[in-house]
């Protein structure tokens, strides 16, 4: 059985910064090419960051570029986001994500690809 649990979200200030991360479980984690997305009501799931199952290469959605850092630690089964300069518009459920099979450069922000979610980590951010 596929488990990914996401943990690290709370409420913080406007500027601030949190770190999150997916404990996966139930697939061979160093093989899968990785993703967080992020929702706030009313809005769709949207893309926030990918990495390669080798972490060599890394991607971003546009809504957060140079502002969040994805990493992942195959040894532990961990996916990783940290996030600074957080704003109130990122208030959202962040969510994890382990796609079908695996991805190209230009795949990942694609949600329909992505096979395993986790429940969501809910971020709060206060003006």
């Known amino acids: 059985q596929v488990q990914l649990v996401e943990s690290g979200g709370g409420l913080v200030q406007a500027g601030g910064s949190l770190r999150l991360s997916c404990a996966v479980s139930?697939?061979?984690?160093?093989?899968?090419?990785m993703g967080w997305f992020r929702q706030a009501p009313g809005k769709e799931r949207e893309f926030v960051a990918g990495v390669t199952w080798s972490a060599a290469s890394t991607y971003y959605g546009n809504s957060m570029k140079g502002r969040v850092t994805i990493s992942r630690d195959n040894a532990k089964n961990t996916l990783y986001l940290q996030m600074n300069a957080l704003k109130p518009e990122d208030t959202a459920v962040y969510y994890c994500?382990?796609?079908?099979?695996?991805?190209?450069?230009?795949?990942?922000?694609?949600?329909?690809?992505?096979?395993?979610w986790g429940q969501g980590t809910q971020v709060t951010v206060s003006s």
């Open positions: 994500a382990a796609p079908s099979r695996s991805l190209g450069s230009s795949e990942y922000g694609a949600r329909g690809l992505y096979k395993y």
């Open positions: 139930g697939l061979t984690f160093s093989t899968y090419d």
